[in-house]
């Protein structure tokens, strides 16, 4: 299990094998290995991991407008509790923080 931050240093999500949860455990995505991006339950690009342990979005990544099919819900996988808070990374280029609307 990995610890997903945004760029202020928020945990917002964890990655349990391929599969991308909300903090209080809902499944909200899923990680692509051979595109190394992850997609939301809907099949859309939602982002990728940075500094290793950054979920953010890439504004010109060439999987925005691909859709890759639906890869199921596998449930929750429960609460595995705040890490606190990792540091700011400030701006970086070309990416910006994915929209965490499950928070």
Known sequence: MTYLFDSQGHHIANLIGTQLHAPI???IGHYLEQ???FIDMSGHYLGEIILENR???NRS???RSVTY???GNYGNAGNYGNPGNYGNIGTV???QD???DWL
Do not use: K, P, R, T
């Open 98 to 100: 994915v929209e965490a």
């Open 25 to 27: 455990g809902s499944n």
């Open 93 to 95: 280029g070309g990416f």
């Open 55 to 57: 979920l953010m979005y």
């Open 61 to 63: 990544s060439l999987h």
């Open 35 to 37: 595109q190394q991006i």
């Open 69 to 71: 099919g639906n890869y």
